[in-house]
Nanobody, 122 residues
Framework: VQLQASGGGLVQPEGSLRLSCAAS????????MGWYYQAPGKQRELVAS???????NYVDSVKGRFTISRDNAKNTVYLQMNSLKPEDTAVYYC?????????????????WGQGTQVTVSS
C-alpha cells in the first residue's frame, strides 16, 4: 500500500491550497483517513480526520478554515486550506488506516504518505 500526497507549495497569507493524497496497492478497504502537520522542531500533530462514513474532526486552530473530504471510489483524501496563516507553515502528512490482503488474510495498519511542504509567507 502506498499513499501519494501532492498539492503543497508557497502561498501568501489569506491564500488557499488544496492537498490531495491517493492510496493504492492491495487495498481491501480504507477506514479513517487524516492529515497531520509537523513544524520545525515540533512533534507531528493531527490537523483533521475523516471516517469512512464521512464524520470529520479538526484541531481547533483550523476549524472554519480547513475542510477535509474524501472520495472513496478513488481512495483519495483532500484537505482544502483557506485563509492560510504563517503559523500553518509545516510539512503536511497524510495518513490512512487500511485493510489490505495478503493471501487469504486481511491485515490492518496505518500507512503514511510522504510529506508535502506548505509555506505561508508574504
Amino acid at each position: 500500500v502506498q499513499l501519494q500526497a501532492s498539492g503543497g507549495g508557497l502561498v501568501q497569507p489569506e491564500g488557499s491550497l488544496r492537498l490531495s493524497c491517493a492510496a493504492s496497492g492491495g487495498i481491501f478497504s480504507i477506514n479513517a483517513m487524516g492529515w497531520y502537520y509537523q513544524a520545525p522542531g515540533k512533534q507531528r500533530e493531527l490537523v483533521a480526520s475523516i471516517t469512512s462514513g464521512g464524520m470529520t474532526n479538526y484541531v481547533d486552530s483550523v476549524k472554519g478554515r480547513f475542510t477535509i473530504s474524501r472520495d472513496n471510489a478513488k481512495n483519495t483524501v483532500y484537505l482544502q486550506m483557506n485563509s492560510l496563516k504563517p503559523e500553518d507553515t509545516a510539512v503536511y502528512y497524510c495518513n490512512a488506516n487500511v485493510d489490505y490482503v495478503i493471501g487469504s488474510t486481511v491485515f490492518s495498519r496505518d500507512f503514511w504518505g510522504q510529506g508535502t511542504q506548505v509555506t505561508v509567507s508574504s
